[in-house]
């Protein structure tokens, strides 16, 4: 079958399943697709061929003995902020260029007791901070829908993979829309959890209390079948919360009979492109027709403030966060002093990227004496109006649905030289962040052939009714079965 590579994950488990395939001849499939495209897009930053190959075998034995689970033999690709044993783990910086971790995340290992199948890593903004890809050390990752515009960010490196086949399904990491806004820019769903639903063990920091790991999948049912393999509570994450897992694929149902959708107009922002604008409410009304009932005039005033709040909040946990980067046990280490501090002030000016240590000199200053009650404490009291208004809107609506961004991809460099244009990207997608909510990003139309992404929100862990609103709406619709013309 020369098509292999563009097979969903349901349908790989199929022909797996029935022996058509094997895991072997899935991943020959997908590394002769990533030999085909990877020099156009760049979306990989460690391809572990050898290493996967050996995992494909071990599936088929596994498959051959009928032990055979939905990630089985199934080659996916992860962003290069989660620890891989024996894996380069760079965060896309140059500080840990050559860490190779000892351990494996809590989400690699579950993958890894299903006998799923590890290509590599993918490209990303250094440390996850950025909205393009184009903060990471060593290349910037191409929109497959347009190479000269950016694939979104900050794991635009999995987004990519998954639009261009070179990976059947990726894990991404989200702290202010790094999964949902690559994944609305590049035409493929990708689901943020809700906070503490997903193990952060072995997941590298950049701001501990809105970091989230989560799938990037080609459809919202692959997406179900990611999640019930890495959700679930894991005592070496003491922020993981101990709630049972639901098997999410119960909940992908084809209609939207009685449920309540509200539609926040805070989100349709001033300066929005008006193609964006117009699919989103064509993709609202196709709910609607699906039996859902629709409230055009919700509303979450704060809003407005959470851009401000979140640009404190982020940068000062990545100052205390990064801190540990200080070339002393690992990583980049600058030896040509004789001079302890001198060593760790230049490991970390020549180690950290640009992005990172403006993000790094924001948060200390915002945490320093004098300025913690008045930037600080003021951002943590307007993520709580922030997080309590969305707990009001939820006793009213059982989900809210928005637009991913207010743009379509914009182009390479555009936005690079301009720190606030380029936070704005992420207007629609932090405030859920900052809220702790799941939300996921489904493919909900095009502007002159480039993607526009739906966004929806749910309820603290009801991942359930996101994906059951994400699986119906594609079920009534083909914008997640376009490819890009790669």
Known sequence: MNDLHQLTISQAHQLLKEKRTSSVELTKAILVRLAKVEDKVHACVTISEDAALEQAKNADKAIGSGKIKPLTGIPALIKDVMCTKGIKTTCSSKILGNFVPPYDATVIEKLKAGKAVILGKTNMDEFAMGSSTENSAFFTTRNPWDLDRVPGGSSGGSAVAVATDEAIYALGSDTGGSIRQPAGFCSVVGLKPTYGRVSRFGLVAFASSLDQIGPITKNAADCALVLNVIAGHDPRDSTSAPYPVPDYTKALIPDLKNLRIGIPKEYFVEGMQKEVRASIEAAIKKLEELGAKIDWDASLPHTKYALAAYYILAPSEASANLARYDGVKYGFSYQDTSNMWEAMEKTKQFGFGAEVKRRIMLGTYALSAGYYDAYYLKAQKVRTLIRREFDQAF????????????????????????????????????????????????????????????????????????????????????WHKKKPPI
């Open 395 to 478: 006793e009213k609506y059982d989900a809210l649905v928005t637009p991913t961004s207010p743009t379509v991809p914009f182009k390479l460099g555009e936005k690079v030289d301009d720190p606030i244009q380029m936070y704005l990207s992420d207007v629609c997608t932090l405030p859920i962040n900052i809220a702790g909510l799941p939300a996921i990003s489904v493919p909900a139309g095009f502007a002159d052939g480039l993607p526009i992404g739906m966004q929806i929100i749910g309820k603290p862990f009801d991942e359930e009714t996101i994906l059951h609103i994400a699986f119906a709406y594609e079920q009534a619709t083909d």
